[in-house]
């Protein structure tokens, strides 16, 4: 029987990048998301780390007395082979992040320490739910503040009321953090060859009579632009964790660097939990970091001369225990980093309130205690970039945060 | 008796794989019994059972795969000692760790080739299989005679052929209940095959051992042989934990590692919220210490089984949700396990979960209360749990609002186009194009089980992509008018009627079923 093996193509490279289409046909007329004063056109591109980022191991407070006792094994050190980069007399980042490390002195980049959302618990799906959806607590899973914050964006005159700017999500899945009324386009790295334009438009018309919901998401999905993109979007076999993140990076940068592109996106890195193993300067979360630093450089260099008013804000849902456990990993944990990088940042600065490391210090006596909430940070890049007003942040973009107040000067 | 059309779609769709093309005549057996045509496979003993000449147990699968890792670290041993003879002064790393490996030692064809055909195997986490998979390089210099095309990784050769069986049996399943239910509680219970070497060598064993003789048993027995399951201890790290107090633990200066703890509370019983602390997991982390399987050698027992390692306990009496425990070796945590299956919270979270499976995101409140009430009378007797499902009235009147997942799509499309898998390659990368890699979610919570995770613009769109490309290859052998009477006959709407009828060719007319509302929607 040969008819057994035809159900599914194998994947093959489509090379085309897609875009939303009716939100293109809006482009056209889309007026400058400037911000007031100099007119420049920002983008924001929102990196989400699932699994829990172990701060500690990131950006490590070598100078904190008790850093080295309680991360054991895996803790980081100034000196010797594979030394962590000093980023000030206190803080050393990750070796596995050189390129950051370039960010930071250039003063394109900058850490915020001791950072948590409001979220307390240690599950990872609520606190992810958390993070994206942007209320105080779980169970709030309709909708993602970069979404709310999309519709709180001031409208252009050609196409008020109708739509504002498009946003991207990358990945074959929507993250919670851009779902939500505003209109979000897909793009994932996985290719298949396209089903005919013709089909696609009948499919629309059914589901437009018998399922405007699929008519919606399908047209978002559809209407496509495709744009040229070279042998170096193959994703390559053997490729590891690491090169699929700068992959994916890759892509979306090249699609938010035209003049018509997406001007906020979003995607999601998973494999952060690192409970056993996960190694000091090199090992398993060097390579994950490692992967991470390169997607940030293809942002720098996709994105072209856009860098120069580009904020990356990468965060994680929680941290993990400032103790390793028995296994040379970390359990979940509080307090964690938050990482900016793009040529708006106003860089070359560790942001942090440092709460110590004595037991006394530690959030429940196990993790580093949060000194900063997550959504300040958000509040102020978004406020920054953006222009979004404090009281749209406040109400509806990070609902009942109105005591959580922007955090000034991150952008430059 | 009258003919329920809708109520066949409802049966067929909510609750099954899709009707079968050909002569199966599923949609007329379940329009005239729809309720009888779901519960049919719920009677048949032992009816969720796979038992495919050539699937090895668990301790077989571990000892073809701890032989195959002890042979390539021989050959890696051996290439390394013929490599530092060939070169005086091997190059150092300048941090002193190993030489980089030379390049006359070529990758092994093998190997790049299931890394192109497997994206799932390039996954972050996949040290173990890369370890397993990169010293093959040295085994032509080992074994010349070896011809290039045998496949001599048994990691992916083990994984396909459980892949196959898994599909072959959903495809031909005859309502598939009883195999929407072993996805159901496959995906409760995940583990990941990219977690390593093993669990992509025990990702079918784990399901076949451990879930499916329990899809129509009790709770608390899946739930126990979940957690002493050699896939799912090694999947959560647990074979890693020991007892600080512990023999093992005083020796070797490790302890705790509380991720299964937490997975079994949060994700496996209680559920968030479900009344248990910090200190609950804590403690639950320490009761289970040398719950492990037993390795290469045999020490603690047969190679890749589950073996209870005293060694590696943690000694002492331990509180969890307020009730003491006394120090009784693996009774200790079975105690535990026993009493959590039991919990109120377990049956509220289990109910939930399960309602929000099979009828709707936002699950009928009454219908989950009524199911957590048989869950617990019933002492967690989940076929019980399964036949008031399909008895409810709620279950039926729920709109179709829930989008197929992209492994209920693809087998529903097999069914109706008659493609029994030979082969479970196209299945394996459509699921990963579509996001739902077999058997390996990104994270213990499983994939995702509401409408608005598959019906993002960029899985519609690639559903699309697909369907046409199934359709391309396949629609000459059909009418597509005759397939969509298989689907829906009279449930089709006027408007799905008219665009397949009018449809410009035949390819076009089966990709725009395939996409219809009616074969997406349950």
């Known amino acids: ?412 | 008796m009258a003919r329920d059309s809708q109520a066949a779609l409802t049966a067929l769709n909510r609750f099954g794989f899709g009707a079968r093309g050909g002569a199966a005549g599923d949609f007329m057996n379940a329009a005239s019994d729809p309720r009888g045509f779901v519960k049919a496979g719920l009677s048949r003993p032992n009816g969720a059972l796979l038992e495919v000449p050539g699937l090895l147990s668990t301790p077989e699968l571990a000892r073809q795969v701890f032989d195959y890792q002890f042979e390539i670290q021989q050959a890696r041993e051996a290439a390394r000692v013929a490599q530092s003879t060939a070169s005086e002064s091997p190059p150092q790393a300048p941090d002193g760790k190993q030489p980089p490996q030379r390049r006359n030692l070529s990758l092994p064809s093998v190997a790049k080739e299931i890394a192109a055909k497997d994206p799932t195997m390039q996954a972050q986490t996949a040290d173990n299989a890369n370890a397993a998979m990169t010293p093959g390089a040295m085994q032509p210099s080992v074994n010349p005679q070896k011809p290039p095309v045998e496949p001599p990784n048994i990691i992916q050769k083990t994984f396909r052929a459980e892949a196959l069986a898994r599909l072959q049996r959903s495809v031909v399943a005859d309502c598939g209940f009883v195999e929407r239910l072993v996805v159901f509680w496959s995906n409760h219970f995940c583990i990941s095959a990219n977690k390593g070497a093993l669990a992509r060598m025990w990702a079918g064993s784990f399901e076949r051992e451990a879930i499916r003789p329990h899809v129509l048993g009790r709770f608390g027995d899946m739930l126990k042989a979940v957690e002493q399951h050699p896939a799912m201890l090694f999947f959560l790290d647990n074979q890693q934990s020991l007892g600080p107090d512990s023999r093992a633990g005083i020796n070797r200066h490790r302890g705790l590692n509380e991720n299964l703890a937490r997975e079994i509370m949060e994700l496996h019983t209680l559920g968030v919220g479900g009344g248990y602390t910090q200190d609950d997991v804590t403690s639950l982390a320490r009761i289970i210490t040398g719950w492990t399987f037993a390795g290469r050698q045999g020490r603690l027992g047969t190679p890749g089984s589950f073996v209870f390692n005293a060694n590696a306990h943690e000694p002492g009496t331990h509180l969890v949700l307020g009730k003491t425990y006394l120090p009784n070796g693996l009774a200790q945590g079975e105690a535990v396990l026993s009493d959590i299956a039991r919990h109120p919270s377990t049956a509220k979270f289990i109910a939930t979960k399960f309602t929000r499976h099979f009828v709707a995101d936002d699950p009928p409140p009454a219908l989950v209360a009524r199911l957590q009430d048989v869950f617990t009378k019933s002492g967690g007797d989940l076929a019980v749990l399964a036949t008031a499902l399909v008895d409810s009235n709620e279950a039926w009147q729920a709109p179709p609002t829930k989008m197929r997942s992209p492994y209920e799509f693809l087998v529903a499309s097999g069914r109706l186009l008659a493609r029994n898998p030979e082969d479970p390659g196209r299945y394996l990368n459509g699921l990963n194009v579509l996001g739902q890699p077999l058997w390996s979610p990104a994270g213990p919570n499983g994939f995702p089980d509401t409408s608005a995770a598959w019906a993002s613009p960029e899985g519609l769109k690639l559903r699309l992509d697909i369907s046409a490309q199934v359709a391309s290859q396949l629609a000459d052998r059909f009418d597509p008018r005759e397939l969509l009477e298989l689907v829906a006959a009279d449930a089709a709407s006027p408007e799905t009627r008219r665009t397949i009828e009018r449809a410009e060719s035949r390819q076009q007319a089966l990709a725009l079923l395939l996409m219809s509302p009616e074969f997406q929607r349950r």
């Open chain 1, 1 to 412: 029987m040969d008819c057994s093996e035809n159900l599914v193509m194998q994947a093959t490279s489509r090379r085309a990048l897609l875009l939303g289409g009716a939100s293109f046909a809006a482009w056209a007329y889309l007026p400058k998301l400037a911000r007031a004063a100099d007119g420049s056109d920002p983008r924001l591109v929102v990196v989400i780390l699932r699994g829990a980022l172990d701060g500690l191991a990131t950006v490590a407070p070598i100078g904190d007395p008790d850093y080295a006792g309680l991360h054991g094994a895996i803790a980081l050190r100034a000196d010797g082979p594979n030394a962590a980069m000093m980023l000030d007399p206190f803080f050393g980042l990750h070796p596995a992040m050189p390129e950051f490390a370039r960010m930071y002195r250039a003063k394109q980049a900058a850490v915020v320490h001791a950072v948590a959302t409001s979220y307390r618990d240690r599950s990872h799906f609520d606190g992810q739910d958390v993070l994206e959806s942007g209320f105080p607590g779980p169970g709030r899973v309709q909708s993602g503040w970069l979404n709310r914050a999309l519709e709180a964006l001031p409208r252009g005159d050609r196409i008020a009321g109708e739509r504002a700017m498009s946003a991207l999500a990358v990945g074959p899945t929507t993250p919670l953090v851009l779902r939500g009324a505003a209109p979000t386009v897909g793009w994932s790295p996985v290719a298949l060859p396209q089903a005919a334009d013709d089909t696609a438009m009948r499919l629309v018309d059914l589901y437009q009579h018998r399922d405007p919901a699929l008519a919606s998401a399908l047209t978002q999905g559809l209407q496509l632009e495709k744009q040229a993109q070279g042998d170096d979007m193959k994703p390559k076999p053997g490729a590891g964790g690491a090169a699929a993140m700068r992959l994916v990076a890759r892509g979306a940068a090249k699609l938010m660097a035209a003049d018509d592109g997406p001007r906020i996106g979003a995607l999601a890195f998973d494999g952060w939990d690192t409970h056993a193993n996960e190694g000091g300067p090199v090992g398993r979360l060097a390579q994950l970091l490692g992967g991470l630093d390169g997607a940030l450089a293809e942002f720098e260099s996709g994105l072209g001369d856009r860098w120069r008013h580009t904020v990356i804000v990468v965060a994680t849902e929680f941290g993990r225990t400032a103790r390793i456990n028995g296994t040379e990993g970390t359990d979940h944990g509080t307090g964690t980093v938050a990482l900016l990088a793009g040529g708006a940042v106003k860089g070359g600065r560790m942001i942090t309130d440092w709460p110590g490391l004595k037991t006394a210090n530690l959030y429940q006596a196990r993790d580093l205690a949060p000194t900063t909430d997550l959504r300040a940070v958000m509040k102020g890049v978004l406020h920054d970039q953006f222009g979004v007003g404090e009281r749209a942040l406040a109400d509806t973009v990070f609902p009942d945060s109105t005591p959580v107040k922007p955090m000034k000067g991150l952008v430059a």
